[in-house]
């Protein structure tokens, strides 16, 4: 493991600590030793505050407590740096501690790393917040499953994907009467498109929630129509218009796509031209117009709705094959032609994401990957992808 880019958010040190060879568990005597629980207590206070006032207060309580602990000796004094740099930037303070060397960090006891792990994380220092995640991973404790709930939000923020899926495997493990991993495990598979991944999740999530979580059976009903599996999305949504009938109406796309398979078609046109008469630029609702237009003949229209979806939405590659498609049922073959180079022309961009996504997630500090995944999506329009990139492309953002 690399912690050498956790010095980079901390100026160089007025004071210097000096790691030394402990022979003593940390853990053994941290309890007994006041400014130790202090800091602590500060750091949770931080967390804890619900405005941004009582939030810098809290941070300048525990920045005071940090320094008083900075000034003792050996994993005490360590712990103190630790504290210090992390919550800096909190309380608007000026830097003063340089962080400790890696082989003094690895002295610091779990429960330490993961408050300042998290007091760097909301300061989008996800670098080093990530590198004390990995430290406090290494170890087998009573802290475990604090340590991989931490590890699941600071991961996903970085685009860690598959090791947020491994996480989760191991909190189901512990915890697998708790719904709310398969939720994560859901978000990730849905990000990606995997619905033959995201719906056994979303299954097993159903199923173990206390309940009926009717949000959730939405979710399922969407999953089972994304793999064409109308039947069985049929009895959620009809299990739902049952017992919870204005829910189906703030899901109306899901509620579509679920007609059209049956074949309900005019059904689902009426649903979509009220979507349409309040959302008119809702880039889903008028792919799927598009589709009903071209499967009715009415080309000259779906070629100007489709027209529409690449204007709101210009990654939808979709749009412009479909519009390849109408163009050559009127005989327009040049035109057909260039939306079909467009959509393969996005296809291929995709299949770079997906590569650089994969680089990304074997290598969580390679900044460079980062900001070629903020350039790609940018490219194609995707501001919302791009801008989830550049949080984490950026490493210590006090030192930009």
């Not at 340089?98 to 996800?126: G, W």
């Not at 008119?280 to 080309?299: I, N, Q, S, T, Y």
């Not at 770079?352 to 329009?381: C, D, H, M, W």
Request: glycine residues 4%; negative net charge; charged residues 30%.
């Amino acid at each position: 493991m690399r912690f050498s880019s956790i010095s980079g958010f901390l100026v160089v040190a007025t004071l210097l600590i000096v790691a030394t060879c402990l022979t003593l568990r940390f853990s053994s005597f941290a309890a007994e030793v006041s400014p130790l629980a202090s800091v602590r207590d500060a750091a949770k206070e931080v967390f804890a505050a619900g405005t941004a006032e009582d939030r810098y207060l809290a941070a300048t309580a525990c920045l005071l407590r940090a320094n008083e602990l900075a000034a003792m000796p050996e994993v005490l004094g360590i712990t103190g740096a630790l504290y210090h740099a992390a919550v800096t930037p909190l309380a608007m303070a000026e830097r003063e501690l340089d962080i400790p060397r890696p082989d003094a960090v690895m002295q610091v006891a779990t429960e330490d790393l993961l408050l300042i792990s998290r007091l760097l994380f909301n300061t989008q220092r996800f670098e080093p917040a990530d590198q004390l995640i990995e430290l406090a991973l290494q170890r087998q404790d009573e802290f475990r499953e604090e340590a991989l709930r931490l590890a699941v939000t600071i991961r996903f923020d970085l685009g860690r994907d598959q090791d947020v899926l491994q996480h989760c495997d191991e909190l189901i493990a512990m915890k697998p009467d708790e719904p709310e991993f398969y939720r994560v495990q859901m978000m990730v598979h849905r990000n990606h498109g995997r619905w033959d991944n995201f719906v056994p999740a979303a299954e097993k999530a159903v199923k173990l929630f206390p309940g009926t979580d009717w949000p959730l059976l939405v979710e399922l009903a969407d999953g089972y129509t994304h793999l064409g599996r109308s039947k069985d999305a049929r009895r959620i949504v009809d299990l739902i218009q049952r017992n919870q009938p204005g829910l189906m109406q703030r899901a109306p796309i899901v509620h579509v796509r679920l007609l059209m398979q049956e074949g309900k078609m005019k059904r689902a046109e009426e649903i979509l031209e009220h979507v349409l008469s309040k959302l008119p630029e809702d880039d889903e609702a008028l792919l799927l117009k598009g589709k009903m237009l071209v499967a009715k003949g009415e080309f000259r229209k779906a070629i100007d709705n489709f027209e529409t979806v690449v204007r709101v939405m210009p990654s939808e590659e979709q749009a412009y094959y479909q519009l390849g498609q109408a163009h050559a049922r009127l005989g327009d073959q040049k035109i057909a032609e260039s939306y079909l180079a467009k959509h393969r022309e996005l296809l291929d961009a995709k299949v770079r994401l997906f590569k650089l996504e994969q680089q990304a997630a074997r290598e969580p500090y390679n900044t460079e990957v980062r900001s070629e995944l903020v350039a790609e999506y940018r490219s194609i329009g995707l501001d919302e992808l791009a801008d989830f990139w550049a949080r984490s492309a950026v490493a210590d953002p006090e030192t930009e």
